[in-house]
């Protein structure tokens, strides 16, 4: 099986840098995925792990560690919009993907 | 690239009736697709794994004669709620990804809440 925890709530200034973290432990870890989802919609993909070590894309990164089971999402200049829930989720080697809870971050003013 | 149409969006439906949902991949093959529920404030729970032209997967607690999935073909999977109750309103979502290919993130179709009165 899976277990997934990432932190319930965050909350950050606009224009900052902020950095959720996901933790994990799987019976067999082929892939780390984040999401973003807003309120009443279907998550969207922002980043694929499979080897360790930071993967860049625009204001968003995503770093993974395999022998620590740890991942985190880092976003940078923080717009309101990116007020949502991030979701990080693992992939099995059966290909399905286990979602944490996700974080709900609040950027403000 | 990589879209999925979920069809209806929403739909609000009598508490014994059925309700299907199409999920369909409008520019990729999808031999594996995936369909999940998820309650207010909480995270998506995989129900089952649809897999064209074979039976689908289904995870523990998961009623699969309640939760009828069909993958007749490449590009559509359909989830059947059968004889649905107010418990099973929720907001259903599917995604899939290319046959070809494993480094892409799955794709979600845009979800679709059920109300079941």
């Known amino acids: 099986g899976q277990n997934i925890d990432q932190p319930t709530e965050m909350t950050a200034t606009e224009g900052a840098i902020v950095q959720i973290n996901c933790t994990y432990q799987?019976?067999?870890?082929?892939?780390l995925f984040w999401y973003q989802q807003h309120a009443g919609e279907a998550p969207t993909f922002l980043s694929y792990?499979?080897?360790?070590g930071l993967e860049e894309k625009g204001r968003f990164s995503s770093f993974l560690s395999r022998s620590k089971g740890y991942s985190y999402l880092l976003l940078k200049e923080l717009q309101m919009k990116d007020s949502a829930s991030y979701l990080c989720?693992?992939?099995?080697?059966?290909?399905?993907?286990?979602f944490g809870d996700g974080t709900t971050l609040t950027v403000k003013p | 690239g990589a879209v999925v149409s979920q069809h209806p969006s929403w739909v609000i439906c009598k508490s014994g009736t059925s309700v299907k949902i199409e999920c369909r991949s409008l520019?990729?093959?999808?031999?594996?697709m995936f369909w999940y529920r998820q309650f207010p404030k909480q995270s998506l729970m995989l129900m089952a794994t649809?897999?064209?032209?074979?039976?689908?997967?289904?995870e523990q607690g998961v009623e699969k004669d309640k939760f009828l999935i069909n993958h007749a073909s490449l590009t559509l999977s359909t989830l059947t709620v059968t004889s649905a109750h107010p418990e099973d309103s929720s907001f259903y979502i599917c995604?899939?990804?290319?046959?070809?290919?494993?480094?892409?993130?799955?794709?979600f179709g845009s979800g679709t809440r059920l109300t079941v009165v």
């Open positions: 995604s899939a990804r290319p046959s070809m290919g494993v480094g892409f993130g799955y794709t």
């Open positions: 792990n499979v080897l360790d």
């Open positions: 520019d990729f093959q999808a031999t594996t």
């Open positions: 649809s897999n064209e032209g074979s039976k689908a997967t289904y």
């Open positions: 989720a693992v992939r099995d080697r059966a290909g399905k993907s286990t």
């Open positions: 799987t019976s067999g870890f082929n892939g």
